[in-house]
């Protein structure tokens, strides 16, 4: 339950953050963060190994793609 409700909290600060500057930016930043640290209930594939317990699963990609969207977002408003 938890994990949706950090998925929808990301989806939700991803779709507002644009809108609303740099406090939804944070906002996304701290949603993604979030995510990665609960999604494991709903980790799918591993897409690549790093060690026999460490991995990118396809579940961190929604997380990292919302850092990523931070960061250009944060860079395209840099006098707010």
Do not use: K
Not at 39 to 49: A, K, M, S
């Amino acid at each position: 339950m938890l994990a949706g409700m950090a998925l929808v909290l990301l989806v939700v600060a991803a779709a507002l953050a644009g809108w609303v500057g740099r406090p939804g930016v944070v906002a996304l930043a701290l949603a993604s963060v979030l995510w990665l640290l609960v999604n494991q209930p709903v980790e799918g594939v591993t897409l690549i190994r790093f060690s026999s317990t460490h991995g990118l699963n396809s579940a961190d990609l929604a997380g990292l793609a919302g850092l990523v969207m931070a960061v250009v977002l944060w860079r395209q408003n840099p006098g707010e």
